[in-house]
């Protein structure tokens, strides 16, 4: 069983509202992810880290989309400004390695009103 | 860059019958496969894995698929279902050691076990 731990399970905000996310990784994996999962169950790659350091991002991340992994606290994932089409499950995921296996959180279901 | 389809989006099955979810990927090299199943409400959860050798691989609850590089298929299979397998299963796909890091997921196929 996955100890990636992401809070809150719900998230409901306002459009223009922030909405943030945290994951706690499994002890000893120093690679997160953070994906979007669609109500079609589509996957979209959002941005992960090596330790504390950001190995790839997609563009709308740069924009609305911030993350960062402190050292020594937990991840986190915020909007800036929410808009409609952002609701969706939030999935964080860690890894031992950049290419082994990742393990997923039950992920943040996010409501845009 | 790599991708992953799965031709049905949703199989129903009897319970006890076989089963078999596709999965086709595209990727220049050899890359790390993978099929994750996720139950209602739930993250996702890994059934198996396969980085090299042995094509056939075990995973977890009698789940096994078979990674084919002349096909580019990587089908999971289980020899009887339980109507505890009803689920959506997800085939992902990672570029191993190339420097590219994302992970790239199916669009799942929703499994159905009837009685």
């Known amino acids: 069983n996955s100890k990636v731990i992401q809070t809150p399970r719900y998230l409901v905000k306002g459009q223009g509202q922030k909405a943030k996310m945290r994951c706690i990784p499994e002890k000893g994996h120093p690679v997160v992810f953070w994906y979007q999962q669609n109500k079609n169950n589509e996957f979209k790659f959002l941005i992960n880290?090596?330790?504390?350091?950001?190995?790839?991002q997609i563009d709308m991340t740069e924009k609305r989309f911030s993350a960062e992994c402190p050292s020594n606290s937990p991840c986190s994932l915020e909007i800036q400004s929410s808009e409609a089409g952002d609701s969706a499950l939030y999935l964080c995921?860690?890894?031992?390695?950049?290419?082994?296996?990742?393990?997923f959180g039950k992920g943040t279901r996010l409501t845009v009103v | 860059a790599q991708s992953v389809t799965q031709p049905d989006a949703r199989v129903t099955v009897s319970e006890g019958a076989s089963l078999q979810l596709r999965c086709k990927y595209s990727?220049?090299?050899?890359?790390?496969l993978f099929w994750y199943v996720q139950y209602p409400r739930q993250g996702l959860q890994l059934l198996l894995k396969y980085y090299s050798g042995d094509p056939v691989v075990q995973g977890v609850n009698g789940f096994e698929a078979e990674f084919s590089k002349s096909n580019s298929s990587f089908h999971l299979r289980k020899a009887s279902v339980h109507w505890s397998d009803s689920a959506v299963y997800f085939c992902?796909?990672?570029?191993?050691?190339?420097?590219?890091?994302?992970?790239?997921f199916g669009a799942g196929t929703r499994l159905k076990v009837i009685a």
């Open positions: 992902a796909v990672s570029a191993g050691n190339t420097g590219n890091y994302k992970y790239v």
């Open positions: 995921a860690s890894s031992r390695t950049t290419n082994t296996e990742v393990f």
């Open positions: 880290f090596q330790n504390q350091e950001v190995l790839q």
């Open positions: 990727y220049s090299a050899t890359p790390y």
